[in-house]
């Protein structure tokens, strides 16, 4: 198969997974009985133009199979509906939220990369040694610890020395100059980004050490080492680089469960992210926000995973053939 | 409640428990595994026989440390906490139990079916199957459970009905091996039907796997059950695990310095799912071939010193 035709396979799928998503979201929310949950026009307090204009929008007043098209269409506009809660484009609000989502659960994942990676080769270069029974047993407990429980854990442990909650101090009246207010959401971030990271380095660390110790039994391996090649050199430039392969694999599918566990990170330290925001909804029964949030959370998870299989193409062609 | 509730298939194992012996022989990880597993559902059998207090009333001072009369101190309610942990083990094993037991019926039925029967019905379900591993899961969980109602059953449900995902492709990968093993193409030449192939033959075949993936997936599903009751989508009328911290994290716990209502919990639920994961993972490795190859070119690694350079050497 040619490289072009690989990549329309891959994105075909994820077109048709979004799909699926879409279409589950409508009929979970809209095909139950019960308006409180169907009835996307009744906004609390709302006027009665304003729910006039969402019955029309959504066709509410339609047979079901119409409302879907509409449903569609309304999303390809980037039109999710109104806010119960807060009376406000769903979108609008989402959006806001997703862009402080985003920079916690980066540094978050690519913490727990990097230590993932780390721990995980110095693990299988000494195989069978106390060093690497140790950090192999950390590595399992920080993946069975739930996440909220390690959340927890760093508060109480943190408590007072690092901001516990929010994303930024918010009793500075005057505003900060932009450096000092970087490293203000800067150190509310630790926190987050750090239970993050421990919950999501386990996996990462085992899977690295069986596929190192893999690799350190190829026969290039020990080519390089008869070149007389220092050790460093072998594990880090020729082995390290192959072990890395199921890595890619592995952080595409983890991203489902570093979503959840992220979510339930904004929710203990109050992040103001799209977590909190259905966390938040639920207990105010904004069903178009959950709808909303459920499906950029799942958007975003598709394209990524697309993503992902696009530089594991890049990095073994093989896969193709 | 015991382990077997979790595994329907049951029949036909004289061979299959031999497996299982021979894990256990050989791997003191799976001994490890199996007795903290054990241990706990004795643990939650007997609890209202030996649990030193009320799980429900209050038997002394709101947060009260730990003490010789309350080993684990108190809660926000003045509930002992020992015994509500007990009594929290008790639900969450069911929870992590039954909701395994609907994802292996979905799960073993859709590897099984898609693996053995092919064509069409292989292709619907496992491109279900896939887009189903690519949604996050704790995400569509939180939203069918708001929209459900929160409630023990719907909490098992949702979990069940979206955990079977792995499970379905890993036995589908391995009914597609056995399926085309000579004794069943001759079974199949003897008449046999596609019923008596798939319960004589190819379940027992599958049965180990199917194991190892119930007790990962219970590990998967207690997890989960503490997440959606952290996220108050569990009966708010039952003690679970999960709603320990979650009381715990909503009612002050950590301002009131009280880590006790908090640190037992997690160790908890944390031994229980290394237990599991212990005890899948030496089943699975056990079934693995690829493992062995991989250990043996690890033994001339080990030859290395002969080379010249010392045991530091990888």
């Given at each position: 198969?040619?490289r ?6 891959r ?7 979004v799909?699926?998503a ?11 009985p019960?308006s ?10 709302a006027?009665?133009q304003?729910r006039?204009a969402?019955?029309v929008e959504?066709g509410?007043d339609?047979?079901?199979?119409e409302?879907?098209l509409l ?7 980037g039109?999710?509906?109104i ?9 609008h609000?989402?959006i ?10 980066t ?9 993932g990676v780390?721990s995980?080769?110095?693990?299988a ?8 029974h ?7 407990f ?14 109480i442990l943190?408590?007072?020395?690092l ?5 930024e ?7 900060e ?11 509310h971030m630790?926190?987050p980004a ?5 919950t999501?380095y ?5 899977v690295?050490?069986?596929s190192m ?9 020990l080519?390089?080492?008869?070149k ?9 430039r020729?082995?390290v680089r192959?072990a890395?392969l199921?890595?890619v694999t592995l952080?595409?599918l983890?991203l489902g ?9 904004e929710v203990?330290?109050s992040w103001?992210?799209i977590g909190?925001?259905?966390?938040t909804?639920i207990?105010q ?13 799942t ?11 696009l ?11 | ?9 049951a ?9 299982l012996?021979?894990?256990l022989?050989e791997?003191?990880a799976?001994?490890?595994?199996l007795s903290?597993?054990?241990f ?13 207090h009320s ?13 010789l009369h309350?080993?684990l101190?108190c809660d ?29 019926v ?7 079916g898609s693996?053995y029967?092919?064509?069409w ?10 887009y189903?591993?690519?949604i996050?899961d704790l ?7 708001d929209?459900?109602g ?9 979990i069940?009905?979206l ?6 492709r890993?036995?589908?990968a391995?009914?597609l091996?056995v399926?085309?093993r ?12 596609n019923?008596?192939i798939i ?7 599958v049965?180990p796997?199917?194991i190892?993936n119930?007790?990962?997936?219970v590990?998967i599903?207690?997890?989960?059950e503490?997440?959606l ?9 039952v003690?679970t695990?999960?709603?320990?911290l979650?009381?715990?994290f909503n009612?002050?716990?950590?301002s009131?310095?009280?880590?006790w ?8 639920i944390?031994?229980?799912?290394v ?13 693995n ?10 033994r001339?690694?080990?030859?290395r010193p ?9």
């Amino acid at each position: 198969m040619h490289r072009a035709d690989y990549v329309i396979k891959r994105g075909f799928f994820a077109l048709v997974t979004v799909f699926v998503a879409i279409t589950i979201n409508f009929f979970l929310f809209r095909v139950l009985p019960g308006s409180a949950v169907t009835d996307l026009s009744r906004v609390p307090h709302a006027t009665p133009q304003l729910r006039r204009a969402l019955t029309v929008e959504f066709g509410l007043d339609r047979p079901k199979w119409e409302q879907y098209l509409l449903y569609l269409r309304n999303l390809l506009h980037g039109n999710m509906g109104i806010s119960f809660a807060y009376q406000q484009p769903v979108s609008h609000l989402l959006i806001a939220d997703l862009k402080n989502t985003i920079p916690m659960v980066t540094v978050g994942t690519f913490a727990s990369i990097v230590v993932g990676v780390v721990s995980g080769v110095l693990s299988a270069q000494r195989r069978g040694s106390v060093p690497d029974h140790i950090s192999t047993n950390i590595a399992i407990f920080a993946y069975a610890f739930p996440t909220q429980w390690l959340g927890l854990m760093l508060l109480i442990l943190f408590a007072g020395i690092l901001p516990a909650g929010g994303m930024e101090n918010q009793f500075l009246l005057t505003p900060e100059p932009f450096w000092q207010h970087l490293g203000d959401i800067t150190t509310h971030m630790i926190l987050p980004a750090a239970t993050l990271m421990l919950t999501a380095y386990g996996s990462f660390t085992l899977v690295v050490r069986s596929s190192m110790l893999e690799t350190m039994g190829e026969d290039y391996v020990l080519t390089a080492r008869a070149k007389g090649l220092s050790d460093r050199l072998i594990v880090w430039r020729h082995a390290v680089r192959n072990a890395l392969l199921p890595m890619v694999t592995l952080i595409a599918l983890s991203l489902g469960y570093i979503v959840g566990g992220a979510l339930l990170i904004e929710v203990i330290f109050s992040w103001p992210g799209i977590g909190l925001g259905m966390f938040t909804a639920i207990g105010q029964r904004d069903y178009p926000m959950l709808q909303g949030g459920f499906l950029i959370l799942t958007f975003s998870v598709i394209l990524l995973n697309f993503i992902a299989d696009l530089v594991y193409f890049r990095l073994d062609p093989r896969i193709s053939e | 409640m015991s382990l077997q509730v979790a595994d329907p298939q049951a029949a036909g194992a004289g061979r299959r428990a031999g497996f299982l012996l021979d894990v256990l022989r050989e791997r003191k990880a799976a001994v490890i595994g199996l007795s903290i597993i054990v241990f706990f559902i004795v643990l939650s059998l007997v609890a209202p026989y030996i649990s030193p207090h009320s799980a429900t009333a209050q038997t002394c001072a709101v947060y009260a440390p730990p003490s010789l009369h309350h080993w684990l101190g108190c809660d926000d309610g003045g509930i002992d906490m020992l015994s509500e942990i007990m009594q929290g083990g008790r639900i969450s094993l069911l929870v992590g139990f039954a909701a395994t037991l609907v994802a292996m019926v979905i799960g073993g039925g859709v590897g099984i079916g898609s693996g053995y029967f092919g064509g069409w019905l292989d292709a619907l379900l496992m491109r279900i199957t896939d887009y189903l591993l690519v949604i996050p899961d704790l995400v569509f969980m939180m939203v069918i459970a708001d929209v459900w109602g929160a409630s023990l059953f719907h909490v098992i449900m949702v979990i069940g009905i979206l955990e079977w995902t792995t499970t379905a492709r890993i036995i589908r990968a391995q009914v597609l091996s056995v399926r085309e093993r000579v004794y069943i193409k001759r079974t199949k030449g003897l008449g046999a039907s596609n019923a008596r192939i798939i319960w004589r033959h190819i379940l027992p075949q599958v049965g180990p796997l199917l194991i190892a993936n119930t007790v990962l997936t219970v590990a998967i599903a207690i997890y989960l059950e503490t997440a959606l009751a952290f996220l108050g989508l569990e009966d708010p009328s039952v003690t679970t695990w999960g709603t320990i911290l979650e009381h715990a994290f909503n009612r002050t716990a950590v301002s009131s310095g009280a880590w006790w209502a908090i640190v037992p919990d997690g160790f908890v639920i944390a031994l229980v799912i290394v237990g599991c994961f212990l005890f899948g993972q030496a089943i699975e490795d056990a079934l693995n071939p690829r493992l062995k190859v991989s250990h043996f070119s690890m033994r001339r690694w080990q030859l290395r010193p002969l080379v010249g350079r010392g045991p530091g050497a990888i």
